[in-house]
């Protein structure tokens, strides 16, 4: 069984940044790709980016992409996500998930929810205007 906590969410101002982490248990941290999601209060959730496990391929939702950073430490079995320029539209509970398959950019299963096996609680995101 895995377990992931995420961190880091809070209110800020458009134009600010916020950085997101989420800390899973277990040994086998660097087999899982890692993906964060976002739900907004009514909304179906979305892919936001996600990270290879070794950390070689990266993947944005074209509404964050040269906005927020994914990233990852295997050692201490944690992944980020930088968001910056924040915007009020990024409001939402952010989602942090560990999933084992295998994808790219052609198949894209790095999207899909269902792919991911392990999700965090959310941590709340506010972008006031």
């Known amino acids: 069984q895995v377990q992931l906590v995420e961190s880091g969410g809070g209110l800020v101002q458009a134009g600010g940044s916020l950085r997101l982490s989420c800390v899973t248990s277990?040994?086998?941290?660097?087999?899982?790709?890692m993906g964060w999601f976002r739900q907004a209060p009514g909304k179906e959730r979305d892919f936001v980016a996600a990270?290879?496990?070794?950390?070689?391929?990266?993947y944005y939702a074209d509404s964050v992409k040269g906005r927020f950073i994914i990233s990852r430490d295997n050692a201490k079995n944690t992944v980020f996500l930088q968001m910056n320029s924040l915007k009020p539209e990024d409001t939402a509970a952010y989602y942090c998930?560990?999933?084992?398959?295998?994808?790219?950019?052609?198949?894209?299963?790095?999207?899909?929810?269902?792919?991911?096996?392990?999700w965090g609680q959310g941590t709340q995101v506010t972008v006031s205007s």
């Open positions: 990270i290879s496990p070794s950390g070689g391929s990266t």
């Open positions: 998930a560990a999933g084992r398959f295998y994808s790219s950019i052609y198949n894209k299963n790095y999207e899909l929810g269902s792919r991911y096996d392990y």
């Open positions: 277990g040994r086998t941290f660097s087999t899982y790709t």
